[in-house]
T-cell receptor, first 114, second 111 residues
């Protein structure tokens, strides 16, 4: 298995633009997590899905952020409009159930908003 | 708000020595903790976890100690190897599926 796949790996955009991050979880995993990591705040859980249904989105910072999981093999995290403070590394992770021990992270998308 | 912090932001050890990385957590209700390893340019990787009904748990070359009295967590790595060089951070689970993560300690192993 290729592991969790994220795209793009790097994204540079201007303030106000829409940004879409993509994730393909490990085949067979039914839970998917989106995280954001910054030097100041560390890793933060934004939202997670179980069986394609959003279970907890309390970590989503504001209405500019939205996440979808239209099927078991694909999820998106969208920021519209983007702001410089959104600059961070965004990780997607998947697991079988909500087992933290079996949660595998993708390589991350490094986002820079100018 | 909740906070999870690390006492030492950087740590350098000689290859073969033992490493100890510390973490302080803030919520006494937290009952589950995880240590992660993150290598440069990669996502975090689960190392070991511990529940609050335990004070020690051992894995392969790693041991996690939990002191609930002072809300302190430590990760011990035995016979540290160059491949152990990474950022290590802890996470606490105060409720449900919400986790709070520390910012990390950078471990450098000197050959």
């Amino acid at each position: 298995d290729a592991g969790v796949i994220q795209s793009p790996r790097h994204e540079v955009t201007e303030m106000g633009q829409e940004v879409t991050l993509r994730c393909k979880p490990i085949s067979g995993h039914n839970s998917l997590f989106w995280y954001r990591q910054t030097m100041m705040r560390g890793l933060e859980l934004l939202i997670y899905f179980n069986n394609n249904v959003p279970i907890d989105d309390s970590g989503m910072p504001e209405d500019r952020f939205s996440a979808k999981m239209p099927n078991a093999s694909f999820s998106t995290l969208k920021i519209q409009p983007s702001e410089p403070r959104d600059s961070a590394v965004y990780f997607c992770a998947s697991s079988l159930g909500t087992s933290w021990e079996t949660q595998y992270f993708g390589p991350g998308t490094r986002l820079l908003v100018l | 708000g909740e906070s999870v912090g690390l006492h030492l932001p950087t740590l350098s050890v000689q290859e073969g020595d033992n490493s100890i990385i510390n973490c302080a957590y803030s919520n006494s209700a937290s009952d589950y903790f995880i240590w992660y390893k993150q290598e440069s340019g990669k996502g975090p990787q689960f190392i070991i976890d511990i529940r609050s009904n335990m004070d020690k748990r051992q894995g392969q070359r790693v041991t996690v100690l939990l002191n609930k009295t002072v809300k302190h967590l430590s990760l011990q790595i035995a016979a540290t190897q160059p491949g152990d060089s990474a950022v290590y951070f802890c996470a606490e689970n105060p409720t449900g599926n919400q986790f709070y993560f520390g910012t990390g300690t950078s471990l450098t192993v000197i050959p």
